[in-house]
């Protein structure tokens, strides 16, 4: 059984700088592609970044490419998002998913594409 622990979030100011941890095990992380999601109040869960499981591929929305960086640490079985110049737009709760992913073509960025979930961590930004 997969399962996904978000760790990391908490309450910040604009312009600070967060890392959220996603510590995965029940499953065999590198054959794995990983996402980050966030979903803040009243609105829909949307996409945020998502790596590949050897790690050489990213996604990320437009709202935070440039600023949030996704990785992984195949060695212990974590995804991190480093999120730069965070924004009062940022504030959400994060969630982290993942599926399995056995090839480098393609992109995993719908809520559909990933079948296992974390319970998410609140990032909060204040302005």
């Known amino acids: 059984q997969v399962r996904l622990v978000e760790s990391g979030g908490g309450l910040v100011q604009a312009g600070d700088s967060l890392r959220l941890s996603c510590a995965a095990s029940g499953l065999t992380f590198l054959r794995y592609a990983m996402g980050w999601f966030r979903q803040a109040p009243g609105k829909e869960r949307e996409f945020v970044a998502a790596v590949r499981w050897n790690g050489g591929s990213t996604d990320y929305a437009d709202s935070v490419k440039g600023r949030f960086t996704i990785s992984r640490d195949n060695a212990k079985n974590t995804v991190y998002l480093q999120m730069n110049s965070l924004k009062p737009e940022d504030t959400a709760v994060y969630y982290c998913?993942?599926?399995?992913?056995?090839?480098?073509?393609?992109?995993?960025?719908?809520?559909?594409?990933?079948?296992?979930w974390g319970q998410g961590t609140q990032v909060t930004v204040s302005s």
């Open positions: 998913a993942a599926r399995s992913d056995y090839s480098t073509s393609g992109t995993y960025t719908r809520i559909a594409d990933f079948d296992s």
